[in-house]
């Protein structure tokens, strides 16, 4: 298939899983040929990438071509029904500039963070029992 778009995302992230549960469900409502890969399921060899890295940002794979952050978030609303629009503003130059530092520095920070403090629970908990 040369259209075929894959994403990387993190399943144990409740943010992102809410936010890729969507975007599914909008994939397969349009029949469109996106798969999604969560990360702790073995996927990141097709990615070229570790569980450190992938659960970092946001990874796509289009037609064989690697994009991360804010550049997969483009390249992947461009393919979803009423997501298009989006993608044309944040891809402009200037907003797409403003938003990738918003998500490098922010956004993708603090969920990382939470995601570590979420392992180093469940790594403690495991040791209790």
Request: hydrophobic share 40%.
């Amino acid at each position: 298939m040369t259209d075929q778009t894959r994403v990387l995302y993190n399943g144990q992230c409740p943010v992102c899983s809410t936010e890729i549960a969507h975007y599914s469900k909008t994939a397969q409502a349009n029949d469109l040929p996106i798969m999604f890969d969560d990360l702790h399921q073995g996927e990141l060899d097709r990615y070229g990438v570790d569980a450190d890295a992938a659960a970092r940002r946001l990874h796509v794979l289009h037609n064989g071509q690697l994009f991360v952050g804010v550049d997969a978030f483009i390249v992947l609303w461009r393919q979803l029904p009423r997501f298009q629009l989006v993608a044309r503003l944040v891809a402009l130059p200037g907003l797409r500039q403003t938003a990738t530092v918003i998500y490098d520095y922010i956004l993708a920070p603090a969920l990382y963070n939470r995601h570590r403090r979420r392992l180093h629970r469940k790594a403690r908990d495991d040791q209790r029992v």
